[in-house]
T-cell receptor, first 113, second 111 residues
Framework: AQSVSQHNHHVILSEAASLELGCNYSYGGTVNLFWYVQYPGQHLQLLLKYFSGDPLVKGIKGFEAEFIKSKFSFNLRKPSVQWSDTAEYFCAVNNNAGNMLTFGGGTRLMVKP | DTAVSQTPKYLVTQMGNDKSIKCEQN?????MYWYKQDSKKFLKIMFSYNNKELIINETVPNRFSPKSPDKAHLNLHINSLELGDSAVYFC??????????FGPGTRLTVL
């Protein structure tokens, strides 16, 4: 079975600081990887996704993520965060044989103005 | 037009009651899902239907019964509600497991 770990449960940053949120998954085969954001009281929105090709993927709102197959990681980055990035961030994985998205436990990001 | 819609958005009810949450997607996707997000924000799959057929049924109490009248709808009926059922329930749809859309969520509060 696939699983996803997000080691940072809570992250507090000041505006303009750089962000990196860790995501590791466990599955030996081909995977599709996703990052979702959930703003307070809202539903999940897709930030970016990786299926194949260039392991560095760029998403919306200035976010990017790098797939490192050897480390089973898909960390999310943003060079300079804004107060409006305050939200919960979820990493998710789906393997080609499976029928569902498996989510990590989420990382709550708070950006101080 | 909303891709995945859920009703109601908020649901407050007493323990022991029976309630339903409805979900509709207008994307033409073949697969629909119910996820539960608990108070710690953890998201867990509950059910998945593909073309009206149940394909995933995780360890969910049998008080929860999904129903898919057609591939655009996946409703969730919950019998004998318990305090622990309080959560946000998200419906989602997918096409070929590479495109995923989530509904706005239904916040269920059991008193």
């Amino acid at each position: 079975a696939q699983s996803v770990s997000q080691h940072n449960h809570h992250v507090i940053l000041s505006e303009a600081a750089s962000l990196e949120l860790g995501c590791n998954y466990s599955y030996g085969g081909t995977v599709n990887l996703f990052w979702y954001v959930q703003y307070p009281g809202q539903h999940l929105q897709l930030l970016l996704k990786y299926f194949s090709g260039d392991p560095l993927v760029k998403g919306i709102k200035g976010f990017e993520a790098e797939f490192i197959k050897s480390k089973f990681s898909f960390n999310l980055r943003k060079p300079s965060v804004q107060w409006s990035d305050t939200a919960e961030y979820f990493c998710a994985v789906n393997n080609n044989a499976g029928n569902m998205l498996t989510f990590g436990g989420g990382t709550r990001l708070m950006v101080k103005p | 037009d909303t891709a995945v819609s859920q009703t109601p958005k908020y649901l407050v009810t007493q323990m022991g009651n029976d309630k339903s949450i409805k979900c509709e997607q207008n994307l033409g996707h073949d697969t629909m899902y119910w996820y539960k997000q608990d108070s710690k924000k953890f998201l867990k799959i509950m059910f998945s239907y593909n073309n009206k057929e149940l394909i995933i049924n995780e360890t969910v109490p049998n008080r929860f019964s999904p129903k898919s009248p057609d591939k655009a709808h996946l409703n969730l009926h919950i019998n004998s509600l318990e305090l622990g059922d309080s959560a946000v329930y998200f419906c989602a749809s997918s096409q070929d497991r590479v495109v995923w859309f989530f509904g706005p969520g239904t916040r269920l509060t059991v008193l």
